[in-house]
């Protein structure tokens, strides 16, 4: 049996990069693998100061190459992607030279109007294999001489659509209440003001799931005491693994999701396999995304939201399980990933 090490800024949480390495990490132990977790930030295998995105100083050469040392095939999840920690990308890029190695791409710099001047990432050696999450990121990689393969993150199809009272009791929610999730870190490019603006056309409460991050704290706060709609920001103390969220989406009627940019965006293909309709914004990779026959709602007008929480749309929704079950499975992600490693040599 191989050794699979899985190395980030942070894993084990609950942002959008930790969430697949988890699922990646399941696929990777389908295989044989015994699997292993490296980063700065997060209950993680092995913890090496540095790597987090806080850092101040660079990782010890010795302890970063102890924690890789026993690797027999190394994902870096993202890490030698977005110029976020430099000297950490440059430190684990350096002792994955001339190794098997997956870079494990979601946002690469020049999709970000303040990363765009940084050329240093992504960085490449002819040992490794590229993977992007999108066909919008391949072929920019591709356009700038990198070869990259696309896999799509994969998700449990084995949902079940219906309520979950007990979440709505631990909220507070009445079961008339038009409860709006949108399950999000709270930073700019999630437009909270628009996600609120929805719930307010609509008459619904408006549900934040997570924290504010990057220095948005005081600005969200504002958003949401200016909120002409009930807010609840948070989740009940005992559904704080949003790893695992399906009991937080059956509590809700419908789905919020007007980021301006997301690298992939799961929420909307978790709605649609909870059986909740969402409204998307027009970022370039749900447009993406959309081409596949997603039937979403605009997030620039309420009337459509409003009419499916107030009639309903089981053709629609069975639409959109539809696709989310034959595009974006587990199953589906696994023997993408399986291909990928058959055609390195890489399967244990």
């Given at each position: 049996?191989?050794?699979?090490?899985?190395?980030?800024?942070?894993?084990?949480?609950?942002?959008?990069?930790?969430?697949?390495?988890?699922?990646?990490?399941?696929?990777?132990?389908?295989?044989?693998?015994?699997?292993?977790?490296?980063?700065?930030?997060?209950?993680?295998?092995?913890?090496?100061?540095?790597?987090?995105?806080?850092?101040?100083?660079?990782?010890?050469?010795?302890?970063?190459?102890?924690?890789?040392?026993?690797?027999?095939?190394?994902?870096?999840?993202?890490?030698?992607?977005?110029?976020?920690?430099?000297?950490?990308?440059?430190?684990?890029?350096?002792?994955?030279?001339?190794?098997?190695?997956?870079?494990?791409?979601h946002d690469p710099p020049w999709q970000r109007q303040h990363l765009a001047h940084l050329t240093e990432l992504p960085l490449d050696d002819?040992?490794?294999?590229?993977?992007?999450?999108?066909?919008?990121?391949?072929?920019?990689?591709?356009?700038?001489?990198?070869?990259?393969?696309?896999?799509?993150?994969?998700?449990?199809?084995?949902?079940?659509?219906?309520?979950?009272?007990?979440?709505?009791?631990?909220?507070?929610?009445?079961?008339?209440?038009?409860?709006?999730?949108?399950?999000?870190?709270?930073?700019?490019?999630?437009?909270?003001?628009?996600?609120?603006?929805?719930?307010?056309?609509?008459?619904?409460?408006?549900?934040?799931?997570?924290?504010?991050?990057?220095?948005?704290?005081?600005?969200?706060?504002?958003?949401?005491?200016?909120?002409?709609?009930?807010?609840?920001?948070?989740?009940?103390?005992?559904?704080?693994?949003?790893?695992?969220?399906?009991?937080?989406?059956?509590?809700?009627?419908?789905?919020l999701f007007p980021s301006s940019w997301e690298g992939f965006g799961n929420p909307p293909i978790e709605a649609a396999l909870h059986d909740?309709?969402?409204?998307?914004?027009?970022?370039?990779?749900?447009?993406?995304?959309?081409?596949?026959?997603?039937?979403?709602?605009?997030?620039?007008?309420?009337?459509?939201?409003?009419?499916?929480?107030?009639?309903?749309?089981?053709?629609?929704?069975?639409?959109?399980?539809?696709?989310?079950?034959?595009?974006?499975?587990?199953?589906?992600?696994?023997?993408?990933?399986?291909?990928?490693?058959?055609?390195?040599?890489?399967?244990?």
């Amino acid at each position: 049996m191989g050794l699979c090490t899985f190395v980030s800024f942070r894993l084990g949480l609950t942002d959008g990069v930790s969430v697949v390495a988890r699922h990646w990490q399941q696929a990777m132990e389908s295989f044989g693998f015994t699997t292993l977790t490296v980063a700065g930030d997060g209950p993680v295998d092995r913890t090496v100061a540095g790597l987090e995105l806080t850092a101040t100083q660079p990782p010890d050469p010795t302890e970063l190459a102890n924690a890789l040392s026993d690797a027999d095939l190394i994902v870096v999840e993202n890490l030698c992607t977005i110029p976020l920690n430099l000297p950490a990308a440059n430190a684990v890029g350096g002792l994955c030279r001339g190794r098997p190695t997956i870079m494990h791409h979601h946002d690469p710099p020049w999709q970000r109007q303040h990363l765009a001047h940084l050329t240093e990432l992504p960085l490449d050696d002819p040992a490794w294999r590229h993977v992007t999450i999108n066909d919008l990121t391949r072929t920019q990689f591709a356009e700038r001489g990198l070869t990259a393969t696309r896999i799509y993150n994969g998700f449990p199809v084995d949902t079940v659509g219906g309520t979950s009272p007990r979440v709505r009791a631990a909220l507070g929610v009445d079961p008339d209440e038009v409860l709006l999730a949108h399950p999000v870190r709270a930073i700019p490019r999630k437009n909270v003001g628009t996600a609120i603006a929805l719930a307010e056309a609509v008459g619904g409460t408006y549900w934040l799931w997570g924290p504010a991050e990057d220095g948005y704290e005081h600005e969200l706060q504002q958003l949401l005491n200016a909120a002409r709609c009930r807010v609840i920001h948070g989740v009940p103390n005992d559904h704080l693994n949003l790893q695992n969220p399906s009991e937080l989406y059956r509590a809700a009627d419908a789905v919020l999701f007007p980021s301006s940019w997301e690298g992939f965006g799961n929420p909307p293909i978790e709605a649609a396999l909870h059986d909740l309709p969402v409204a998307v914004g027009p970022y370039p990779v749900a447009e993406e995304l959309r081409a596949l026959g997603f039937r979403w709602l605009p997030t620039d007008t309420a009337e459509p939201l409003s009419q499916i929480l107030a009639h309903g749309n089981p053709e629609m929704l069975a639409v959109n399980r539809k696709i989310a079950t034959q595009h974006f499975s587990l199953s589906t992600m696994t023997d993408a990933l399986n291909d990928l490693l058959a055609d390195a040599g890489w399967l244990p």
